[in-house]
């Protein structure tokens, strides 16, 4: 058989190679999907389809998108389901230029539902495993702890969490952020440490520069999620450049959550030309508005950024991973990480807005 013609016309540019480092699971619950797993386990929706649950996603806070992140998280019973989510996330996330992503989850949230954790994590492991065969995308999984659930809860959670201690690869700290400073869930997280776990925190987005501070400080965490606020202080902006500390920014996000007024608050060339380690990904994308190629899409189109920007935003973000890294071990004789290099030297930021 004779091949036909190649496509006329200009061809859609191929999604840059990329990880995603900032990723809910259960943010990645479309619609649709929604809507069959509520038939599937007869859980009532308060929505007459999947437009109109979509059309319920303007949000003027975070506290307002987490009253529906939660609800609708109600469609999520058995192991099946979070199999079927994660297997969509996957084929997404491949098609927009996913090759590793580390996946953050809530283990508390379900829990407290009632389903079994080991209904989460069977499904979890199956979905993942199975669509990161197919669509050639590695994984890791990361807990999070609920901040507004306390840190004795979070105790609760890790402890429980050891019985999947071979699925998951770090843990990490989400939900309302305003009025819940790191620093209270030191200890869980030097038990985390001590077990061999990564630990990641979301900070700044919201909250104030100062748990950002208590987040590498008090925590010890590895990675900032979000973190834009670190602009406000200039002696913080000094220690991320120095020690290179990753910053997972979601613009799409900030956005939604009006964190963001415009495309133009939106600080990820001031954090560049500041020397930070930036990372571009989607957080909730099912509830924002695009994965995570639709958010270097919309910073190509609407903040100007070129081919080379973008290309090391991508690269960032393997750097940043936890891929590389050897078997997990007890902190205590964890090896030394390799030195990163000092940032090349770069213009003082801008303000941004």
Not at 150 to 161: I, M, V, W
Not at 205 to 223: C, F, H, N, S, T
Request: charged share 20%.
């Amino acid at each position: 058989m004779t091949a036909g013609p190649p496509p006329s016309g200009p061809q859609p540019p191929c999604p840059l190679p990329k990880a995603e480092l900032h990723l809910h699971i259960e943010g990645t619950l479309e619609p649709g999907l929604a809507f069959r797993l509520a038939e599937r386990n007869g859980v009532p929706l308060p929505y007459a389809g999947p437009a109109d649950l979509a059309a319920a996603y303007a949000f003027t806070s975070l506290q307002s998108f987490l009253d529906l992140y939660y609800a609708t998280m109600a469609v999520l019973r058995r192991a099946d389901d979070f199999a079927d989510l994660a297997r969509a996330y996957l084929a997404r996330a491949a098609a927009q230029g996913v090759r590793h992503a580390e996946i953050f989850f809530d283990p508390q949230a379900h829990v407290a539902r009632g389903v079994p954790l080991a209904e989460v994590m069977r499904g979890l492991g199956q979905g993942l495993a199975a669509g990161g065969e197919r669509f050639g995308v590695s994984t890791g999984l990361i807990a999070c702890f609920l901040r507004d659930r306390g840190p004795g809860a979070a105790l609760d959670c890790l402890d429980q969490l050891r019985g999947y201690r071979d699925q998951i690869i770090g843990v990490g700290l989400d939900s309302a952020e305003v009025g819940y400073p790191p620093e209270p869930f030191a200890e869980v997280f030097a038990a985390a440490a001590r077990e061999g776990l990564h630990r990641v925190a979301h900070a700044g987005e919201e909250g104030p520069p100062g748990y950002i501070w208590q987040a590498l400080d008090v925590l010890g965490a590895e990675r900032i999620d979000h973190g834009v606020r670190c602009l406000e202080d200039p002696a913080l902006v000094r220690r991320l450049a120095a020690d290179q500390v990753p910053l997972t920014v979601c613009p799409l996000s900030n956005l939604r959550l009006r964190v963001a007024a415009s495309w133009a608050d939106v600080p990820v060339r001031e954090m560049l030309d500041a020397g930070l380690l930036v990372t571009i990904n989607s957080d909730d994308p099912a509830y924002f508005g695009g994965y995570v190629d639709d958010n270097f899409q919309g910073l190509e189109r609407e903040l100007g950024l070129d081919g080379e920007t973008l290309r090391q935003l991508a690269a960032n973000s393997f750097r940043a991973s936890f891929r590389a890294s050897a078997p997990l071990r007890p902190a205590a004789v964890l090896p030394a990480p390799p030195a990163r290099p000092a940032p090349p030297a770069r213009p003082a930021p801008r303000p941004s807005g």
